[in-house]
């Protein structure tokens, strides 16, 4: 059945997430600047995290060959030169003691290693379960990502794993346009209807995968708070087909870790 059935997966909060930490991002990046001492709320950290990711995607010529460290210190100097600069004078204060001066280095680095040593354990978990997949299914990721997403799956021990790496940046398609989709069903070779697509985000993963006819399998996040709609109670039993609508009738399947996709069937018979 592998020549036909197909997952597909989001990259962040999907693959890099460690199974006891499923976040987003913006939250993932938030636990981090708190160990740091910088106690931001979500949305104050929110108007940094939007800069700085609006300035990565127009940046691709020039990170597409960075890896993940050199990526997330990246992100993490443009997240925090644009709160001090355009935050409110509450933010300005959270951050200034401890990002001002000399310490601006060593916050960085502090907060970039933090969320670097997560990721990384993130997807050494991922790879276990990919390897376990991959003599089922055809695989491939789908992402909006900064250019250089090829060479972080590479550096994780991933490419292996994945027929497709489409990379938002790099075809000029962000999710939830549904181009993005088709390009990676186009480069596997397979149909809508003999693929899933795996990922965090209703909005962004689910609904677009949804109305082009593949199956549609959320990975619940600790923290949903970037979704639209109130998803407080989405989801049923792990695994299970969701029953009721909950999940804003775009998401087939429910799970909370990815392991679960071993014992998953998502397809018609």
Not at 39 to 60: E, I, K, N, P
Not at 204 to 231: F, M
């Amino acid at each position: 059945m592998r020549a036909t059935r197909t997952l597909l997966f989001d990259f962040g909060g999907t693959l890099d997430c460690p199974r006891d930490a499923p976040r987003h991002w913006l939250d993932r990046f938030l636990v981090h600047y708190r160990g740091a001492g910088l106690d931001l709320t979500r949305d104050q950290l929110d108007l940094g995290f939007a800069h700085a990711t609006r300035v990565a995607y127009r940046s691709t010529a020039s990170i597409r060959h960075f890896g993940l460290a050199e990526l997330v210190t990246y992100l993490v100097r443009l997240q925090i030169g644009h709160l001090r600069r355009a935050g409110s004078a509450a933010t300005r204060d959270a951050i200034e003691p401890v990002a001002s001066g000399f310490r601006l280095d060593e916050t960085v680095a502090w907060i970039a290693q933090s969320f670097i040593a997560e990721t990384t354990r993130g997807m050494a978990e991922s790879r276990a379960v990919l390897a376990r997949l991959a003599p089922r299914f055809r695989l491939g990721v789908v992402s909006n990502f900064y250019g250089n997403l090829d060479r972080v799956i590479r550096e994780a021990g991933l490419s292996e794993y994945f027929g497709a790496i489409v990379d938002s940046s790099r075809i000029g398609i962000f999710k939830p346009a549904p181009g993005i989709f088709i390009a990676a069903l186009e480069r596997l070779g397979v149909a809508a209807g003999a693929a899933a697509m795996v990922g965090d985000s209703l909005d962004k993963d689910c609904a677009p995968a949804h109305a082009l006819g593949l199956a549609t399998i959320w990975l619940r996040a600790t923290h949903d708070a970037n979704e639209t709609g109130d998803t407080r109670d989405a989801g049923t039993a792990q695994g299970s087909r969701n029953r009721g609508g909950v999940e804003r009738g775009v998401a087939d399947f429910t799970i909370e870790t990815l392991a679960e996709l071993e014992g998953l069937t998502w397809w018609t018979e």
